[in-house]
């Protein structure tokens, strides 16, 4: 691969634009791991039912996809992304989890399957960014006080999704009149937790993807309530990543959670 610009660093990765076999592409190179592979499988299995990169080539240093030409978003362009991303979490998974290593951003995230989502969500998502968190105890208390309602409060039983898994708004491209999803922490779970994920840090147009969202498969009653439950991993997430910073946005959902 020829490079043709240097797109800077993300979590320890070089970030590069190329030209490979004549094709624009896009590269992560950096540290030995098993994020790589990873991401390379859930985009696949997200490409099944959703613009994605194409994986062009991966191994445990790199990882190069074909190149996304971006433009700016629009409502046109926000609907349909609502309404692809709705027939992409219908699309299912064969339960919550995954064959493939879990990551979002550089940590490890279990993928081990379960068969309950109150249960993976506690086991798998919550409670080990929790212990990695470094919160005062009282915190601590207060995140398991909620942990301990998950099963009350998870809203209904539904199938597992086939979801992003980490879909703030970083992770949209906006191409081709719609969207192409990169970065996956992809595996089978709730889809409140990618609706819930859009919310947090300011996705364009929400209003439209969400309206469009519901008119191609309306979330149970009751969602936008379980908004800060869903927001409790990536919220856990980022305070093992960049520290207190993220304390007090975490305790608030905390709070509603417990208000439930």
């Known amino acids: 691969m020829k490079v043709?610009?240097?797109?800077?660093?993300?979590?320890?990765?070089?970030?590069?634009?190329?030209?490979?076999?004549?094709?624009?592409?896009?590269?992560?190179?950096?540290?030995?791991s098993e994020v790589f592979t990873s991401e390379a499988a859930g985009l696949r299995w997200l490409g099944e039912a959703i613009a994605v990169p194409e994986v062009i080539e991966v191994g445990?240093?790199?990882?190069?996809l074909s190149w996304v030409e971006q433009e700016r978003p629009s409502p046109a362009a926000a609907e349909r992304f609502g309404r692809e991303l709705a027939r992409l979490h219908r699309s299912g998974a064969a339960g919550f989890g995954a064959p493939w290593?879990?990551?979002?951003?550089?940590?490890?995230?279990?993928?081990?399957?379960?068969?309950?989502?109150?249960a993976f969500y506690a086991e798998r998502r919550v409670l080990p960014f929790l212990r990695q968190a470094r919160l005062p105890a009282s915190d601590v208390a207060a995140v398991e006080r909620a942990v301990e309602r998950?099963?009350?409060?998870?809203?209904?039983?539904?199938?597992?999704?086939?979801?992003?898994?980490?879909l703030w708004s970083g992770n949209?491209?906006?191409?081709?009149?719609?969207?192409?999803?990169?970065?996956?922490a992809a595996h089978g779970g709730h889809?409140?937790?990618?609706?819930?994920?859009?919310?947090?840090?300011?996705?364009p147009y929400l209003d439209r993807v969400l309206g469009a969202y519901r008119e191609e498969w309306a979330p149970a009653e009751g969602w936008r309530e379980r908004v800060p439950l869903y927001q409790l991993h990536p919220l856990?997430?980022?305070?093992?990543?960049?520290?207190?910073s993220y304390r007090d946005s975490l305790m608030e959902a905390v709070r509603l959670v417990l208000a439930l």
Not at 5 to 32: C, I, M, N, P, Y
Not at 60 to 64: E, F, K, Q, S
Not at 150 to 166: K, L, M, N, S, T
Not at 236 to 244: A, E, P, S, T
Request: hydrophobic content about 45%.
């Open 4 to 32: 043709t610009a240097e797109l800077g660093s993300s979590h320890g990765w070089r970030l590069v634009r190329g030209v490979l076999d004549g094709r624009q592409v896009f590269a992560k190179t950096g540290v030995v």
């Open 236 to 244: 856990l997430v980022h305070v093992v990543l960049f520290g207190g």
């Open 60 to 64: 445990p240093d790199r990882l190069v």
């Open 101 to 118: 290593p879990g990551f979002i951003a550089e940590l490890p995230m279990d993928n081990a399957p379960c068969d309950d989502w109150p």
């Open 191 to 203: 889809r409140e937790t990618d609706l819930a994920m859009m919310a947090l840090f300011g996705l």
């Open 150 to 166: 998950f099963a009350e409060i998870a809203g209904p039983v539904e199938p597992p999704a086939r979801i992003h898994g980490d």
């Open 172 to 184: 949209v491209l906006w191409s081709g009149g719609s969207a192409a999803l990169i970065d996956p």
